[in-house]
Structure formats: C-alpha cells, structure tokens
C-alpha cells in the first residue's frame, strides 16, 4: 500500500504510541484523523502534527471509542472530509493496575470498555466505509500483556486477551473484502500508559519503535497478511 493520499483514522493519536503511529503516517503523505477524549488536547496534537510536516492533512476528532455514537459520528466526520477510509488504527487504551479484590466495578469497566469494546465499535463503524473503498487495513495495538498475563493487571490481561481473539476472529470474517486485520503486541514500552514508564526507559521500546512495525505492516504486499506480530525489548533487564 502507497501511503500517500490515504486517509487513516488513529484512535488515542494524542500521545505515546498512537501519536508516533500518526506522525509516521502523516511523514509519508496520509492524510490523518487522530481521535482522543479532550477536545483541546486532540486539537493541539493535531496542530502540532500538521505544524511539523508540509502540507499535511490532520483532523482532531473528540470521541470516546466506549460510545458507540461518538465512534460512528467521528468516521462520518472523516469521510465527509477525507472522501473515505483506508486505514484504521485502534490505538486508544487505558491501564488500571491493582488486585482483582481491589479494583472498583468503574475500574473495571473502563479497561473492558475502552480496550475491548471500543475496538469493537470503532470496526463496526469503519467497515462499510472500508468495503466502499474496496478494502484496507485494520490494526490493533494489543498488548504482550493478552498472553502472559501479571498480577494486578488482572483487567488490562482481559481485555487484550479480547483483543487478540476479537482480532482473529474479524480477520478471518473480512479478508476475502480485501480488509487486512492485524495486531500488535509491544512488550515493555517507555511512555507514561498507566503511571509505569518511567523506570524503564533506559531499556524499554519507544513508541517510535511499534508505529515502525504498523507503518511495515501497511506497507506489505497486497497477497501478504502478517496477522499477529509481537514486538519486545532486544535487552530487558536480567532477572
């Protein structure tokens, strides 16, 4: 797939590995819509992006992936811009870390719904625009996470575990459409997701590491569909 002209939809673009992912897509001539939960916040990212590469295409969309109408306003948004969709991300997460004894039923929810469920809507909503186009690209950013599970993660396990499966599913439900579904499953990466990235950041990936595998991914050949890959730090820390 050429990149330039297009147009790719990133959930959670504001920051770490969903910004890196749009920065990397606009570098090579998409035209982009990063979609966040703050308005202001999704604005300044989008300027900031467009700010950096000439005659860059960037749109800010407010939505929260867990509701199923804001998802399905923001892909009209896009086509009605852009002309269609051939790209889509599911990058936008959250991380709640504690004991299953200790988790609240919101803390729960809100991992479940966001990780799992947003996934889930932001597909359903962007297939009919991808089949118009004849197909393209689903990609998930998951979670190393989804098969080797730890304590207090007891939620954020579930929820890519979900993913993975969720994953496998559709890519076997669209592929004769022409719509390659693959996912992502960093390992340790240095950002601030879920208060826990700072004390690996002398050895952890960098979010400019997993938008170099999306961007590879993209750009394989029409008959190739690498489906899973996972991706991890070449020297963690020895035990």
Same mark, same amino acid.
């Given at each position: 797939?050429?990149?330039?002209?297009?147009?790719?939809?990133?959930?959670?673009?504001? =920051? &770490?590995? @969903?910004n890196a992912i749009a920065r990397q897509l606009v570098e090579r001539g998409a035209a982009v819509a990063i979609t966040g939960t703050n308005q202001t916040t999704v604005e300044a990212a989008a300027e900031e992006l467009g700010a950096e590469v000439e005659s860059a295409s960037?749109?800010?969309?407010?939505?929260?992936?867990r509701q199923y109408d804001e998802v399905q306003r923001s892909f009209d948004r896009v086509v009605e811009r852009f002309g269609g969709v051939d790209i889509v991300v599911n990058n936008a997460g959250v991380g709640k870390f504690s004991s299953v004894?200790?988790?609240?039923?919101?803390?729960?929810?809100?991992?479940?719904?966001?990780?799992?469920?947003?996934?889930f809507h932001c597909c359903r909503a962007a297939?009919?625009?991808?089949?118009? =186009? &004849?197909? @393209?690209?689903?990609?998930?950013v998951s979670s190393l996470a989804g098969k080797n599970a730890f304590p207090e993660a007891s939620a954020y396990c579930a929820?890519?575990?979900?993913?993975n499966?969720?994953?496998?599913?559709?890519?076997?439900e669209v592929r004769h459409d022409g719509i390659r579904?693959?996912?992502?499953?960093?390992?340790?990466?240095?950002t601030d997701f879920g208060g826990r990235g700072?004390?690996?950041?002398?050895?952890?990936l960098r979010a400019e590491d997993v938008a170099e595998v999306v961007v590879d991914l993209l750009n394989h050949p029409a008959r190739s569909l690498p489906s899973r890959v996972e991706i991890r730090p070449s020297r963690p820390p020895k035990k």
């Open positions: 797939m050429q990149l330039a002209g297009k147009v790719a939809v990133v959930t959670g673009g504001t =920051r &770490g590995i @969903g960037v749109m800010a969309v407010q939505a929260d992936v004894a200790e988790m609240s039923l919101d803390e729960w929810r809100a991992v479940i719904d966001t990780n799992l469920t947003g996934v297939l009919p625009y991808l089949r118009v =186009r &004849g197909g @393209g690209w689903i990609i998930n929820s890519k575990s979900g993913l499966a969720f994953s496998e599913a559709l890519m076997q579904v693959s996912y992502v499953m960093p390992g340790s990466v240095a700072s004390e690996k950041s002398d050895w952890a």
